[in-house]
């Protein structure tokens, strides 16, 4: 057979193989959002993230349940080839694409962006409104047989005819919840744009692919370090694994899951230069000393092809494993234009020639410039900051060949328990001098020296995510058969009442599991985003029977109450070595509350009204976590409430419709500035035309 008839042959069948699933065109700038476990994010159509949403830095929130914990910045990735002819038949030595929004209809085609779910996700309701119909258009398809709660596919065509298959596993269960398994598929389709013709069926020669990440350290971080931390200016980056292949083939269980032998890259805030205290676990320090940056994050690599036709762990990878400057890479332009120059540089970038002088390596760059360098970004002198830099590479693919790349992007660090405790008892002695501890360490030993308390905390970090990382690799060697917990109640109901606050549910589709155990309820009072308590419990283990609703008497008026409730199993079928052993419990995110229910009270006639607190004094918080409500009781259902102030000025008018009781002012004025110490005179006016004044102080 001659080789031009060959040629043609391959080229039909790699037609063949994808026009069975020809993808759409996708808007480069469309995301899909996982919200099911303690790390949430948001993936773009075009392959990589850029996190800035025109306001702030957003995505990898860790911990979710609390403001603020954004940690995503930017990713930066490439890839590149040498030897290559474009569909134009102009030669390039060396050309690449560099995966971003603006190169879209140039050098990137989207064809695919879509999130599988396991399940449909409950309803959850507060007083009739559905919390989760703001979320209806994120899950595209259901998938019983998914071994993931959710998984993200994104398919991207590049001008160099490479294809980009990226699926990312998303998991709910509370071991393995705070981390992100990505699978990368690099496919020779030939296709260089949106439509399914092919027009390349050469080899691709001396591919390398790669990235540079970077993050913040948590979006607090922003405030508490500042100076540019928002970008991540002041991040420093480590490495681990540099013996990778000595250990390899070692099991990692829970009696030792933390190895330091794993080929991962991570990232935390460390000091701003303009702080003359030690800012690392960046202290909240204009209130309780609260550490805000806790955060370390990064990438694990867990498996990478040799090559095209062998899939066994390429031991030796990545090629490059290390740190590089921020905003120092080479501009490949619109992939129109030669710039072989150019194109050249992001070849060898990608070889593991760091882009510049000085520019970045494979050290541990913490221990390497820790000593001489108050400042990360003073390394390399680039006010972008640091990225965790990972590459792969080379490999030859023939048209139709694919290779596979999977990493594991997770989270972790001291908890918020922690963060406060250590946070205060810092601050205290920061704000004491002389105050010499003793303070305890996380090895059971004291120390008097404040800082080395707080940063020998923050530092535990680094353990934290090495665990994560660990727990990701076996997950993945297991072929993610973790073991699961029970799915969560089908729906999940608050209804405020005069006298208690009634939940209820409808079951979990896993109490036919034989190894179901029951349900638990959390309560938190004033916002959600502070610590839930458990308040009920029913099935095994408890002294309730199974049942579907709890009324909970003890809240008190006035006050905001937020829930959510997990299904549990016995924890008989959780004996593997994936994680420890015990009860598992569904995603709390899956049920959590986010609007609050509190007691209703009966509608009043205007002698009844009365204001709570007065005197209002914004020192004494009488409603938990919202220091600037007042209270109106015994309100008429249906009334006009206008504030004015002690000369007549009226500032803000209220129109109380919901028939109860109870209205709330937090204490602004219609213009939204917030009121100031003094007399004021509330006038509430019936639909009838009935009105009645009653005053009240406020004081600042």
Not at 652 to 670: C, L, Q, R, Y
Request: with cysteine; aromatic share 14%; net charge negative.
């Amino acid at each position: 057979m001659n080789r031009s008839l060959t040629k043609s042959l391959i080229l039909l069948a790699v037609m063949a193989m994808f026009a069975a699933n020809v993808h759409a065109q996708v808007d480069a700038a469309t995301k899909r959002y996982v919200r099911v476990g303690s790390l949430q994010s948001h993936f773009s159509a075009y392959g990589a993230e850029r996190a800035w949403n025109n306001s702030y830095y957003e995505g990898l929130i860790w911990p979710a349940d609390y403001p603020y914990q954004d940690n995503a910045v930017i990713k930066r990735a490439w890839a590149a080839v040498e030897d290559f002819s474009d569909p134009r038949g102009v030669h390039w030595p060396y050309y690449g694409i560099y995966y971003t929004l603006a190169a879209s209809e140039t050098g990137l085609f989207p064809m695919e962006l879509t999130q599988t779910a396991k399940f449909t996700p409950p309803n959850v309701f507060v007083d009739g409104n559905d919390l989760r119909v703001i979320y209806a258009g994120e899950i595209d398809n259901i998938d019983p047989d998914l071994v993931a709660d959710r998984v993200i596919t994104n398919v991207v065509n590049s001008s160099m005819g490479l294809t980009m298959t990226r699926k990312v596993y998303a998991f709910s269960q509370q071991y393995h919840d705070n981390y992100f398994i990505k699978e990368f598929t690099f496919t020779n389709t030939g296709n260089t744009n949106w439509d399914d013709v092919i027009e390349l069926n050469d080899t691709l020669r001396g591919v390398r692919f790669g990235w540079g990440t970077r993050y913040s350290g948590g979006r607090e971080a922003s405030w508490t370090i500042g100076d540019g931390q928002s970008w991540g200016k002041h991040s420093w980056v480590t490495r681990r694994g540099e013996n990778y292949p000595q250990h390899y083939t070692e099991e990692i269980t829970p009696a030792n899951p933390i190895v330091d032998w794993l080929r991962a890259g991570f990232s935390w805030a460390g000091q701003g230069e303009n702080n003359a205290f030690d800012n690392l676990g960046g202290p909240d320090m204009t209130a309780t000393g609260r550490l805000t940056s806790p955060h370390h994050v990064g990438s694990v690599a867990i498996h990478v092809d040799r090559s095209a036709s062998d899939s066994q762990d390429w031991i030796y990878q990545p090629s490059f494993l290390g740190w590089h400057a921020g905003d120092t890479y080479p501009d490949v332009g619109d992939q129109r234009t030669i710039d072989a120059p150019e194109m050249k540089n992001l070849y060898d970038m990608l070889s593991g020639i760091p882009f510049g002088a000085n520019k970045g390596g494979q050290s541990r760059m913490d221990e390497v410039f820790g000593p001489f360098f108050e400042d990360a970004y003073k390394v390399h002198n680039d006010g972008g900051g640091t990225n965790v830099m990972m590459t792969y590479g080379p490999y030859d693919l023939g048209p139709g060949e694919s290779i596979t790349i999977v990493e594991a992007e997770g989270i972790n660090g001291l908890d918020r328990q922690m963060c406060e405790v250590v946070g205060e008892r810092w601050k205290l002695a920061y704000d004491t001098p002389g105050d010499t501890g003793p303070f305890l360490l996380p090895d059971g030993t004291e120390t008097s020296n404040l800082d080395h308390y707080k940063n020998s905390w923050v530092e535990t970090g680094k353990d934290s995510i090495m665990l994560t990382f660990g727990r990701a690799k076996r997950n993945w060697d297991a072929n993610f058969q973790i073991p699961q917990p029970p799915l969560p109640p089908s729906s999940f109901s608050v209804e405020s009442g005069g006298d208690r606050i009634y939940t209820s549910w409808l079951a979990s589709p896993s109490e036919s599991e034989p190894d179901f155990g029951g349900y638990r309820l959390y309560r938190a009072i004033g916002r959600p985003d502070t610590t839930f308590e458990e308040i009920y419990a029913c099935g095994f283990g408890t002294d309730k029977p199974l049942s579907y609703y709890y009324d909970d008497i003890s809240p008190v008026r006035g006050q905001e109450y937020y829930y959510y409730l997990v299904a549990f199993d016995d924890g008989s079928e959780n004996n593997t070595n994936l994680n420890p052993s015990g009860s598992l419990h569904s995603s709390r995110f899956y049920t959590k509350t986010t609007e609050g229910a509190t007691l209703q009270r009966k509608p009043g006639a205007l002698d009844d009204i009365r204001i709570v607190p007065n005197p209002f004094n914004i020192q004494d918080e009488t409603f938990i976590g919202t220091p600037d409500k007042l209270a109106f009781f015994d309100v008429p259902g249906y009334c006009t409430i206008r504030i004015y102030t002690e000369r007549g000025d009226l500032i803000k008018t209220i129109e109380h419709t919901n028939g109860s009781g109870t209205e709330f002012w937090f204490m602004n004025t219609d213009q939204r500035q917030v009121v100031v110490s003094g007399i004021y005179i509330a006038h509430f006016e019936t639909r009838e035309g009935q009105s009645a004044f009653k005053k009240f102080i406020v004081v600042r």
